[in-house]
């Protein structure tokens, strides 16, 4: 088998394009209330209509995508994504924008689930980690820079160029995809069962994220989690989610996904208590501000391929851990600094866990998707992506909460919400490094039993 890099390169762009979408709209969501003359609640469903489609429809697109073209696919769902982003940039009134991102984030839910499938057929097992750690750094990458980006559109531009920012790679990733990738079969009309599943796992999603992103503004939006479970249970129980815990319990994910979750919940937390402290309650300006929180993001992306190199040579499961280690010790470092935080001082311990980050993101990737069955890798995709999301949005809400309840003393409420991190960072590692039992259906990947 020949390595096709390109392709790679083609999922680290998408990936880099649909996570920088995650959070460039939020600062720019004042000027989008002003320019459509409607309220702040209003603009925010410019972010959240994105963001709820991508997260609510990964589990169906996965199982979906199992039995359908990668090629036709990738291509459909990179066209819809750009179209919809010019829809959105036009925007005349607030409707038209929202309905514009909930197509955007349906067609970035797509792109999500394919991006690791494409890596993992790109190339040989023998290099999976290293090609997987381009889209694994570039995603988050994207997520972080997003704010400083929607920033300098915001100054120089305006609100709607936030939107037009991303066409551009968008077109140059269609364009090497068409003419790189095989034909490997056709899409599919999902059937009726499909479809009902569809609507319950979205539906029960979607509930517990507006539960989680709106309750920690509100608290009484957190009553919205309890109208989750009657549809998550009825699919979980049914024809639609029995395989796809099968797939992860015959393949012993289900450490490995509360991994990805917990670091990503920690990460999230700690990027949303960092900056408020920071800016609030030690008063650093905002240009400070962002060139301290932009230490992170450097030391993933210093990191990140020399983790996937590592782990094709040293094991997976091993550079993984110590990824999650280095992060966890980083945040861990952030809490005892004090009432007055220095930029230096904090700057240096976000490299530190940014590197474990860029060391981690590949090879627990990797490793996930090594592990799933060749005719269930959309599904196990999706998952991934799916404990991902749920890290991202669970972080913030539960710092927030940690921050509401710690004493009204200096610097509190940002060592209650950067202990909370730390902690959630913490749990990764023995759910990383104690690998699941696997059933002797699904057989041992080459690369996973040396790293264990």
């Not at 394009?17 to 969501?29: E, G, Q, S, T, Y």
């Not at 920033?151 to 305006?158: C, K």
């Not at 309650?281 to 990191?303: N, R, Y």
């Not at 090879?363 to 005719?375: I, K």
């Amino acid at each position: 088998m020949k390595d096709r890099w390109v392709l790679v390169a083609v999922a680290g762009a998408l990936s880099f394009v649909a996570m920088l979408d995650m959070n460039i709209v939020n600062v720019a969501l004042a000027d989008i209330a002003e320019g459509l003359n409607v309220s702040a609640a209003t603009a925010q469903w410019a972010a959240l209509g994105y963001q709820l489609p991508v997260v609510a429809l990964l589990l169906p697109v996965g199982r979906w995508l199992d039995g359908a073209g990668t090629r036709p696919a990738l291509l459909a769902a990179t066209v819809g994504f750009a179209l919809c982003s010019a829809l959105a940039a036009v925007s005349p009134w607030a409707a038209w924008l929202i309905a514009a991102r909930i197509g955007q984030g349906a067609c970035g839910a797509v792109l999500f689930v394919l991006m690791p499938v494409l890596v993992i057929r790109a190339v040989r097992p023998a290099v999976r980690a290293r090609a997987m750690s381009v889209p694994a750094t570039l995603g988050p990458l994207g997520a972080v820079t997003g704010p400083a980006v929607g920033g300098l559109l915001l100054d120089h531009l305006g609100w709607r160029w936030v939107f037009l920012v991303k066409i551009p790679f968008c077109l140059l990733a269609l364009i090497v995809a068409w003419r790189a990738m095989p034909e490997d079969g056709r899409m599919r009309v999902p059937g009726r069962r499909a479809l009902a599943d569809a609507s319950a796992v979205a539906g029960g999603l979607a509930a517990l994220l507006l539960a989680l992103t709106l309750g920690s503004g509100e608290p009484p939006w957190f009553l919205l989690a309890v109208a989750a479970v009657p549809p998550l249970w009825w699919w979980l129980r049914g024809p639609g989610g029995r395989p796809v815990t099968g797939v992860l319990r015959a393949a012993g994910l289900f450490r490995a996904h509360g991994s990805v979750l917990t670091l990503a919940a920690g990460f999230a937390a700690m990027h949303y208590v960092v900056a408020l402290h920071l800016r609030r309650d030690d008063g650093i300006s905002a240009t400070a501000t962002g060139l301290t929180v932009l230490a992170f993001p450097l030391g993933m992306a210093l990191a990140g391929p020399l983790g996937g190199r590592l782990a094709d040579r040293y094991g997976l499961r091993r550079v993984a851990v110590t990824g999650a280690s280095l992060t966890a010790a980083g945040l861990l470092l952030l809490i005892p600094l004090g009432d007055a935080w220095s930029p230096p001082e904090v700057a240096w311990r976000l490299a530190l866990a940014g590197v474990g980050m860029g060391l981690n993101g590949g090879p627990t990737q990797a490793l996930v998707m090594g592990a799933a069955p060749a005719e269930r890798t959309a599904t196990v995709g999706s998952t991934v992506q799916v404990a991902r999301g749920l890290g991202f949005t669970l972080g913030p809400a539960l710092a927030t909460a940690a921050w509401a309840l710690a004493g009204s003393g200096p610097g509190d409420g940002a060592r209650a919400g950067l202990a909370l991190a730390a902690v959630a960072a913490c749990l990764a590692v023995p759910l990383l490094a104690l690998p699941g039992r696997r059933n002797a259906a699904v057989p041992e990947r080459t690369t996973d039993t040396v790293s264990t």
